[in-house]
Each structure stands twice: as structure tokens, then as C-alpha cells.
């Protein structure tokens, strides 16, 4: 609280209201950290904001920007489920992996403006090869190194074709039943 008294909100006091103190936890690299801020209500009605919040640059989503820096940077390099793995492994939190899809998703809005002023590198490449949450497809080459060669089916028929091992069909034994039924 002493640190946002230092803020001068004097300028805007007509237009804005001073509300009372409202807790946040904001969810850091060491863990929850849990504060006190003011809001500010528009004079003439129809919402309002956090000033404090809106200085130090925190989001709606209760991150700081460290660990959206590095939530995001893990997920360009592995799928969202992998990030939430690593960055539990290193802070003993995580937040969730549609959660981190959605710093992506809101920091991705960027790229388009970024992508037309920055060119390319040279030597970059034409081909562009998009990976989905780390699954993907197996290619025919794949399944034949997995599997190997794939055995022919020696039965008899759909029925019994994982029993190789009977050495009969069902056909042939009802006939056989039926045979021993009529001669008892």
C-alpha cells in the first residue's frame, strides 16, 4: 500500500472514484504472492481499473510477465502439455497447459504487425513444418519399422482369426457336433 500512495492520481480525481483496498494473488516464478491494490471507478459510471496493476504491467490473468515470458518461450519450443512438465519441474508450479495456450494465443496477436516490419533471415527456408502438441501422424515408413512385416492371417475365418492356435473352425465343429448327436 505505501508503494501506491506514491502514485499521483490527483489529476484524473474528477473523472475517477477511489475505491477501497482489493486483494490479488499474483502467481509468480516463486510462487503466490498475495497484495492489496485500489480501484478506480469511473466518476460517471461504467467500470473502471486497477492503476497499480496497469504501472508494474499485470495482466487480467494473475501471471507476471516473468512467467509469461517463460511459459510462452517453452511452448514455441515443445507442445503445451510438454511446458507444463518442464516448468514444474523447475519452479514446482505450473500453470495449466490452456492457460499457457492462452499467453500464446493472446502474445501471437503481435506476430502479424512484428512479421511485417522484421524480414526473414536469408537462407530461412520455404518450407514450414508445424508440429501439434507434439503428435503427430506416423508416416508408412513409421508403422513398417514399428510393426516389421505383418503376418499373413491363417485362419479360417473373421471369427477365429486370433485362435491359429485351435486349429479348427467353427463350422467344422458343429457339423462334428451334430454328427455325434445324431449317431447317440
Known sequence: MVLQNKF????NSEEYYRGGLVPRTLKTTFGEVRYWRTYFTVQGGGGGFYPFDAIIGLTSDGFSPLVMSLATKLATRMSFAASVVVFKYFYDWAPSSEAIQGLVIGMGRDATPYMEVQKAPEGDGEILVIEVDGKATPTATE????RGKRKKATSCCKRHRNKDKRHRC??????????EQKWA
Open 170 to 179: 467353427h463350422k467344422k465343429g458343429k457339423e462334428k457336433r451334430l454328427k
Open 143 to 146: 508403422l513398417k519399422k514399428r
Open 8 to 11: 499521483n492520481y490527483s489529476a
